[in-house]
């Protein structure tokens, strides 16, 4: 292989280098985007499941609230029939 032969392989394997890494380039720039869109859905997941969270809690507190005030009126009615059947 003369010298000019070799210069043409190196500049045919440079070429085929460049060509590699600009695919490499775009394969990163591609998973990049698809990383940065699971990340924003992720985000959304967390935020949703954190206002459900919240909600549930409050339900919870309203629920307490109500089957306190319901037992206080079923004691108040007891009471009230104690003292119907005592009258």
Not at 17 to 35: A, K, S
Not at 53 to 82: F, G, P, W
Request: with cysteine; hydrophobic share 40%.
């Amino acid at each position: 292989m003369n010298v000019q032969e070799r210069l043409e392989f190196v500049r045919c394997e440079v070429t085929e280098l460049e060509n590699q890494w600009q695919r490499v380039l775009e394969e990163c720039g591609e998973r990049q985007d698809e990383l940065e869109h699971s990340l924003d859905n992720w985000r959304a997941y967390s935020d949703g499941l954190f206002k459900f969270k919240e909600i549930l809690a409050q339900v919870e507190v309203a629920l307490t609230h109500r089957k306190s005030v319901n037992i206080s009126v079923i004691d108040i009615i007891k009471a009230e029939i104690e003292e119907i059947k005592v009258s």
